[in-house]
């Protein structure tokens, strides 16, 4: 990284910001703004409450279209963060889960490091006023936390993503840590992650383990924050998919047998 | 520092933040709210374009009332900063100007130690569009550049404050750094600088020194960063006070031998 050229932006890629439900279309701009800033491309919209493209997103981007021109749409976090293999969640509240959290400074080398080792990430910020949902949070492997005056900690949605995005640049010149994965396997990236969810949790339904759906949610929240924080590889993923299958085969279900037996 | 109620704010004084000519009372607002995220609360507004108060400013600052209310208005830069002790401007371009530059995480290490030893300090934001005049940057001691994509490194002036606060803010569990000041003296203020510049540059007229006004102002500038670059202490000034009146003394001013000879 050259780093002295004033002509030019010098993006590197970096972390994807993914932005959950953002409202106004000038929040997208001053956050696109910011990550060019620090030199972030990656631009990822979860449902952005006015449509896009957005009007109001350009002119609040100060000139960062080229941010804006390829930020990509998705229909929920979990398909905008189906290539990632670490995610953060940006909050300022403890939302008393069982959770690793970092400050921004930490989360940046860290960033360094996974994409130096060619692992994708990125950092989820969720709606202007109520900030990401459990449901969400649960989705990342690390909470996010900016450490600010606790009396008044509440920061805009572009400067939340400043913070972020300064600590990422700053890091630049620091050497990348060093990650090392043993075996023939590789870290799991979210997609394949939240399929096993989505299969172990279906074998929940069905196993009767859960009676009262209204529990479900909670549960299900912190069995997917304890798989998340155990960083599983593809292959791990597969033993457990087995397990799972295992465990539910050749048994009738249990919705089918009282069906049957009535 | 508890650092850890979340009940009320935690303002710490801090370093002032002093801002010379902002046009916008909403930017002042969003200046003073992201003060208060960083905990600090010493605002100083150096000729505001729309007056003061602003109530435009009330409403951006997002319940940042308290720094508002206590911000103090200044007919100019110098006495804004006429108590301090030690004093950034705020700049991302290269002024060409022989003076010291650090980036806002040593500047936060240095403030941390100043105020330890009881050395006011302060940053020094210009106007949005045109930043500090060089004439202003020349009362200040450092330089202080946020390091962003060299190719859009354009802040808004709250997001250029937060950055230096949240600096400041996160740099508080350092320990501090000690500095050292030698003999008897103290180092002078911002006041007892200019005053003696106010001296020196009168007596550099009226010497007959400079005989063409036009550069005047360019050699100001320059002598001042000189004097700035050695930080003198008030005993120190006190001596140079003595020379220049020394010098000029007892001979009859050139102007005036002029006007009596002709």
């Known amino acids: 990284m050259a780093g002295t050229d004033h002509n030019k932006p010098q993006l590197t890629g970096g972390p994807a910001i993914v932005l959950v439900e953002p409202q106004l279309g000038e929040n997208i701009g001053t956050a696109a703004r910011a990550m060019l800033n620090c030199g972030l491309d990656d631009l990822r919209l979860v449902r952005p409450r006015d449509g896009w493209p957005n009007p109001k997103a350009v002119n609040a981007a100060s000139g960062a279209d080229s941010v804006l021109g390829k930020a990509r749409l998705y229909p929920d976090l979990r398909a905008a963060i189906a290539d990632l293999r670490h995610v953060y969640a940006a909050t300022a509240r403890d939302r008393y889960m069982v959770k690793r959290a970092v400050i921004p400074r930490l989360a940046a080398a860290e960033m360094r490091g996974y994409l130096a080792a060619d692992e994708p990430c990125g950092v989820v910020f969720g709606p202007e006023r109520t900030g990401l949902v459990n449901d969400d949070i649960a989705l990342a492997d ?69 009676r009262h759906p209204d529990k479900r949610p909670s549960l299900f929240r912190n069995l997917r924050n304890f798989f998340q924080r155990a960083s599983p590889t593809e292959q791990e993923l597969r033993t457990l998919h087995g397990v799972v299958t295992s465990f539910m085969g050749p048994r009738a279900k249990p919705g089918r047998d009282r069906g049957e037996s009535e």
């Open 142 to 210: 690390t909470v996010l936390t900016v450490p600010l005056n606790p009396g008044f900690s509440s920061l805009n949605l572009a400067q939340a993503v400043l913070i972020v995005g300064y600590e990422w640049f700053i890091a630049r010149e620091e050497p990348a840590a060093e990650f090392l994965h043993i075996g023939h396997s590789r870290p799991a990236n979210k997609d394949e992650l939240v399929r096993f969810f989505d299969h172990f949790e279906e074998a929940l339904v069905d196993s009767g383990f859960i």
